[in-house]
């Protein structure tokens, strides 16, 4: 079994890796796990003012930053992983990714830095839900 596992850096994407790391815990196989973080593109302007280098650094950083939790949670829980950043919306970016990895499920947190748009589940987990072919699990 592949597992996306998509984080944000948030409370609820820390709850969504335990989740992965209690569901490895009970296969008979290890799974494959890809720790996915999909950033926002910079605004154009924002972009050209920083140059090539900077909004690489940019989005590096931003990646480093929303992972730093979650790689150590997997490496506390002996799960081997691989790490994929990709810059674009997240909601198309994350189903995107798993159709390219040939991921079986996706597991994200149901509300992160973007919830405010949805009440009971955060915006980027719907449209995941509804975007993605192959099953979701969403970790409140």
Do not use: N, Q
């Given at each position: 079994m592949h597992?996306?596992?998509?984080?944000?850096?948030?409370?609820?994407?820390?709850?969504?890796?335990?989740?992965?790391?209690?569901?490895?815990?009970?296969?008979?196989?290890?799974?494959?796990?890809?720790l996915l973080f999909a950033d926002e593109p910079l605004l154009r302007s924002v972009a050209v003012s920083l140059g090539a280098q900077g909004v690489e650094k940019y989005h590096a950083d931003n990646a480093a930053y929303a992972t730093r939790q979650a790689r150590a949670a997997l490496n506390r829980a002996k799960i081997t992983f691989k790490e994929d950043m990709?810059?674009?919306?997240?909601?198309?970016?994350?189903?995107?990714?798993?159709?390219?990895?040939?991921?079986?499920?996706?597991?994200?947190?149901?509300?992160?830095?973007?919830?405010?748009?949805?009440?009971?589940?955060?915006?980027?987990?719907?449209?995941?839900?509804?975007?993605?072919?192959i099953p979701v699990t969403v970790v409140r």
């Open positions: 597992i996306l596992l998509a984080v944000d850096g948030s409370a609820v994407a820390t709850r969504a890796v335990k989740h992965v790391a209690k569901l490895a815990a009970s296969m008979a196989k290890p799974p494959k796990v890809t990709r810059v674009g919306t997240p909601a198309p970016t994350i189903v995107k990714a798993a159709k390219d990895l040939k991921a079986d499920l996706i597991v994200m947190g149901s509300r992160g830095h973007t919830a405010l748009a949805s009440v009971f589940l955060g915006s980027v987990a719907t449209k995941v839900i509804a975007e993605s072919p």
